[in-house]
């Protein structure tokens, strides 16, 4: 299988950025469509679609679309998570930046579908290309009666604005970035069933939609080109429909974003981009830095798709695939892995605020070639008390890449412990050490 | 309130146990009815559950309603922060549980100083129980601990030692859900994450102290209290806060003889758990060094040590007859506002007895409608004339938990905006003196928009008030302007004018008042008409009357009697002085601003000489009229009919 280009169809043309080469390359026909549709009958058409959201869980988008009170009492908001932070996900950021319309014309149809009044984008801080490009795209479509009052002359008015965010990896959890977008601290808050679902009380405790840019950006596909259609893709896979796009990294010839069918093979993917630069194949981490680390053999034989990347222990994550060659030393990008989620830690829930940190210093220790016996056990007892205890999934995202590098690489950890210095010598390796 | 079968009721099973609980009921709490106890930090019944500290995490499953077939979930869940279902599966006890308990205990001590020796909560610190009950015994943790600001005082009161907080979120989450001033904040973020005011301003709630008490280690501690005693070197017994007129429940915690600290001890009809930081930090007059000790009696222009058997014969020389007159404070106990009345008027003769000092005090004597506990549950409240978080800080807490909870609308009319504007629906600050115009305004009986001139308010925030305000339960105090006390008072709603002395309400019951008023008699002592006063419990200096007045009185009277526990200013015009009691000191009950009578026993020794102010009085009713005297001081309220 090569490429699949839905959404990333006309990334290469700036054209398409405006209204007018957004409307001649087939754009805006979805939600006119929608808006001739029953609004049940769209969330039907997602349902059909078997469209998971693709910020990371993987959780089928509909039920939060069917989710929505159908007699609205109180204003429904949609809100888009644009708050890409995964180290090796840089999707979000080429999908706003190129195709900005599209995620507004998903988000036009998901508002309709939920009888939304008013969706907010909240993105990344450090986003500002992205971020000017949808404001430009969305004064343009305010312009044309794509937004606000009496949208395309019908009865639907919808507001769509944008919030940045202020740096905190943490936001991009869905309810600590409905905590940051009503102003308050960007810490997580109570989920079901310990408080009621983000559809029926989310943010300002009225009833909302979230989702991530890739989700909402398939929308307009699916709407236009019906859910049957869309669920043809992928369709070898388990429960996996549609594309993804997988941002690939690391040690490859041509890094950069690629979209493919569901079912595609992880060795394709890695062939796409160019093949490994450098030397041989050392480990992939293939959906974004909290996944699991996995080895070359589980590459060659992994699919990708939700169910199928669990038989090599492994999940497809938001897409951030990273590859890395032989000269990689594990334990540094562990190191490196540990220091980013104790960074990030919001610091709400014990284990994640204490259990991070304490990684950090054992990883620190290991490094500065003070390790000791038992390290990599205590290590691992840690991760085991921060995962599954903590608030939100960060302490998970801290937690699993740890346990994984410990468990696909423990002869580097024992060699690093052993004698206090890198098992890789090579000069690539050593520039690394601080 | 619904009644008892009303209520719906799930049906769980807790460690194999099957048991109904009413529905959204927290697991922490449903557990608990079968004598389960889950460790917690965070988790505090009169605040918001947040569950944030993960040490109340327990195994939760379903029950299936068809084939009775039981699915346990892969993860733990915060128990503090699930409401029980139908069906729902807890197990609070399993080797997992054990596991994770340990987890989180050890993840909370790795850098926790251990500083338990020197720590003022040592000893009653609910880490060292969770840990001695659930922690590891041993750490693994070899890296340097986390260092940060120790000793940071946050306020006069309050010192905070962020080495030893846990970031359960207590103190921050009681600023902004029960005091309301939200000056507690989380800065930074992961294993920074502190709290502490925002810009590091002083910490200035008028309730600061409550966090010390809820603080679940030391990193909150007790200025006052600091390194001067260990818990387990503390004697403590129930008392009453006598520093206003609410009756909070305290905790008396004393250590030879002398009052060290003061806890809030749970009465849900008062206080709940919550103090003022009057009542927590301002209990020093105990130990004030100016503590009169002995009678004394004046010779020329020296006044000397005497012994009570000379000051008596003084006293029963001086006072007789209608021309002398006795002022009381409106802090003594009931005992004492009871014998005093029998003894002035019945044995002395004379009907000058009052405790009032202002003019509006004295024309309208206290209403209450409303008990403490019931002011949450109103729908409407205004809020008339009166600082509530100043003059009543428990009925503060109690007002502001009704909005907070049920959503009570607040409408407060004042001389100045207060702590409760910041919540009310409707704030009116008026002109001051223009109490009776607004009130009027409120009644219809003047037009909106005189009343608004009158009293620079504009008039449609005015009409706005006054249409939201239909019905609304009245708080004012005793202090309020007569006029328009009277017009509130025919108002639908409810009314009440609570007193602001502490035991203001039982110098009512007790006192038939039916003579000349404080103000009157001192008046009268300035003319040089009064041949004898008695001041009985209250430093003339300090209830708001002009100096010149107070010393032109207390200079021309002849003889002046003071009854107090300390040298007050008022003690040096003394002709004789008799040191009393103060409430720890004696037997004694106290009425509060709701009509509650609480009995304070005995707790502390007293100071030198002095008798409690019933006592005084007895003695000396037997001298001018021997008969069997009162020995105790429940026989003496049991003898009023006015507190039956």
């Not at chain 1, 943010?203 to 929308?219: F, G, K, M, Q």
């Not at chain 2, 557990?31 to 109340?56: A, N, Q, S």
């Not at chain 2, 009027?440 to 001139?453: E, L, N």
Request: charged letters at 20%; proline letters at 5%; a negative charge.
């Amino acid at each position: 299988m090569a490429e699949y280009k839905l959404l990333l169809k006309h990334s290469d043309d700036p054209a398409t950025q405006t209204l007018a080469g957004y409307k001649k390359a087939g754009g805006y026909s979805g939600l006119a469509k929608a808006l001739k549709m029953e609004r049940q009958a769209v969330i039907d058409e997602v349902k059909t679609s078997g469209l998971r959201g693709r910020g990371g869980a993987g959780f089928p988008s509909w039920i939060k679309w069917n989710g929505l009170p159908k007699e609205k009492v109180k204003p429904h908001y949609v809100l888009c998570n644009a708050d890409e932070g995964e180290p090796g996900t840089f999707k979000d950021k080429m999908l706003m930046e190129t195709a900005p319309f599209q995620l507004i014309e998903g988000m036009t149809i998901a508002g309709f579908a939920v009888q939304g009044d008013v969706g907010y984008i909240y993105i990344r801080g450090e986003f500002i290309d992205a971020a000017k490009a949808l404001r430009k795209a969305i004064d343009e479509a305010y312009a044309n009666n794509l937004l606000g009052k009496n949208i395309l002359g019908t009865d639907f008015s919808y507001d769509l604005h944008i919030h940045l965010g202020a740096g905190s990896y943490e936001c991009g959890e869905e309810s600590a970035l409905m905590s940051s977008l009503m102003g308050e601290r960007g810490m997580p808050r109570l989920k079901f069933p310990h408080a009621p679902l983000p559809t029926v009380s989310g943010v300002w405790e009225r009833p909302t939609l979230i989702n991530n840019v890739e989700s909402y950006s398939c929308v307009p596909h699916i709407i236009d080109k019906g859910g049957e259609w869309y669920a043809t893709l992928g369709a070898s896979t388990k429960n996996s429909r549609g594309t993804k796009i997988f941002s690939v990294s690391g040690h490859v010839n041509k890094p950069g974003n690629y979209e493919i069918e569901f079912g595609t093979p992880l060795k394709e993917l890695l062939e796409m981009a160019g093949g490994v630069k450098g030397g041989k194949l050392k480990a992939c981490i293939p959906g974004g830095s909290s996944m699991p680390v996995i080895k070359p053999d589980a590459v060659d034989v992994a699919i990708i798709g939700y169910e199928e990347m669990g038989e090599v222990k492994s999940m497809v994550g938001s897409g951030g695939c990273m590859f890395f060659n032989e000269h990689t030393d594990i334990v540094m990008l562990a190191w490196r892995t540990a220091h980013f989620y104790a960074n990030e830690s919001c610091g709400k829930c014990t284990p994640c605020r204490e259990g991070t940190r304490w990684m950090v210093q054992i990883m620190d220790r290991i490094v500065a070639g003070n390790g000791q016996k038992g390290d990599m056990e205590l290590l691992t007892e840690v991760a085991n008390n921060v995962e599954g205890r903590s608030f939100c999934a960060l302490g998970d995202a801290a937690a699993w890449p740890i346990k994984a590098f410990i468990r696909q690489f423990p002869e580097e950890f024992e060699y690093w412990i052993e004698h206090g210095k890198s098992p890789v010598t090579s000069k690539e390796a050593l520039a690394l050490v601080p | 309130m619904a009644a008892a079968t009303d209520i719906q009721t799930v049906n769980i099973i807790v460690n194999g146990i099957e048991l109904a609980v009413p529905k959204g009921e927290l697991v922490v709490e449903a557990v608990k009815r079968l004598g389960l106890e889950i460790p917690i930090f965070c988790y505090h019944p009169r605040l918001k559950p947040v569950g944030m500290c993960r040490m109340c995490l327990v195994e939760t499953g379903m029950k299936n309603p068809q084939d009775g077939t039981i699915r346990m979930m892969p993860k733990p869940a915060a128990a503090c922060t699930l409401p029980v279902s139908e069906g729902l599966v807890i197990n609070t006890e399993s080797d997992a549980l054990k596991k994770d308990r340990k987890g989180v205990l050890e993840f909370l001590l790795i850098n926790h100083p251990l500083d338990c020796p020197i720590c003022d909560r040592g000893g009653e610190c609910p880490l060292q129980n969770n840990t001695l009950f659930y922690g590891p015994a041993t750490s693994r943790f070899i890296e340097q601990k986390r260092h940060n600001v120790k000793a940071y005082p946050l306020s006069d009161y309050v010192t905070l030692d962020l080495e030893r907080c846990i970031q359960c979120a207590r103190c921050i989450r009681f600023t902004e859900e029960i005091s309301g001033d939200s000056q507690l904040a989380f800065r930074f973020r992961g294993n920074k994450t502190h709290p502490i005011t925002f810009n590091e301003t002083k910490f200035t709630s008028k309730f600061s102290g409550n966090v010390i008490e809820i603080c679940p280690v030391g990193a909150l501690t007790n200025r006052k209290y600091r390194f001067r005693a260990r818990p387990w070197d503390l004697q403590t017994s129930e008392a009453v806060c006598l520093n206003c007129s609410n009756g909070c429940n305290i905790w008396f915690d004393h250590r030879a003889g002398k009052v060290v600290r003061i806890n809030a001890r749970t009465n849900e009809a008062i206080n709940e758990e919550w103090t003022c930081d009057k009542g927590k930090f301002g209990h020093d007059y105990y130990n004030d060094e100016k503590r009169l000790e002995t009678p004394f009696a004046r010779t020329g222009d020296e006044l000397q040590k005497a012994d009570y058997a000379t000051v008596y014969a003084k006293l029963l020389e001086a006072f007789h007859g209608d021309n002398t007159g006795m002022i009381l404070g409106d802090s003594l106990s009931n005992e004492t506002y009871i014998t005093a009345q029998n003894f002035f008027t019945g044995q002395l003769g004379s009907h000058n007895i009052d405790y009032r000092f202002s003019a509006n005090q004295a024309k309208g004597a206290s209403t209450v409608d409303n008990s403490i506990a019931s002011l949450e549950l109103a729908k409407t409240t205004l809020v008339f004339g009166t600082h509530l978080a100043d003059d009543l800080p428990i009925v503060f807490l109690r007002v502001r938990k009704g909005w907070f909870n049920q959503g009570t609308q607040v409408i407060l009319a004042t001389d100045r905006s207060d702590e409760v504007s910041e919540f009310a629906a409707h704030t009116l600050v008026y002109k001051p003196g223009t109490e009776a115009t607004i009130a009027k305004a409120f009644a219809g009986q003047v037009s909106v928009a005189d009343a608004a001139a009158k009293c620079g308010i504009s008039e449609p925030e005015l009409q706005a008030a006054i249409t939201a305000a239909a019905g609304a339960t009245v708080i004012t105090t005793t202090s309020l302007n007569h006029e328009a006390a009277e017009v509130l008072k025919a108002l639908d709603g409810n009314f009440n004018a609570y007193p602001t002395g502490a035991n203001e309400r039982g110098a009512q019951l007790a006192l038939a008042c039916d003579g000349l008023s404080a103000l009157e008699q001192l008046k009268k002592a300035a003319n040089g008409e009064l041949s004898a006063l008695w001041v009985v419990g209250v430093d003339l200096f300090s209830v708001g009357l002009p100096r010149e007045e107070v010393i032109r009185a207390l200079e021309n009277v002849d003889f002046l009697a003071v009854q107090d526990s300390r040298r007050t200013e008022t003690f040096y015009y003394a002709s004789v002085a008799l040191p009393m009691t103060l409430p720890a000191e004696q037997d004694g009950s106290y009425t509060n601003c709701e009509g509650t009578t609480q009995q304070m026993k005995a707790i502390i020794p007293p100071v030198g000489q002095a008798k409690p102010a019933w006592r005084v009085f007895e003695e000396l009713s037997i001298r001018v009229n021997p008969r069997m005297p009162f020995s105790q001081a429940s026989e003496i309220l049991a003898s009023a009919p006015a507190f039956a």
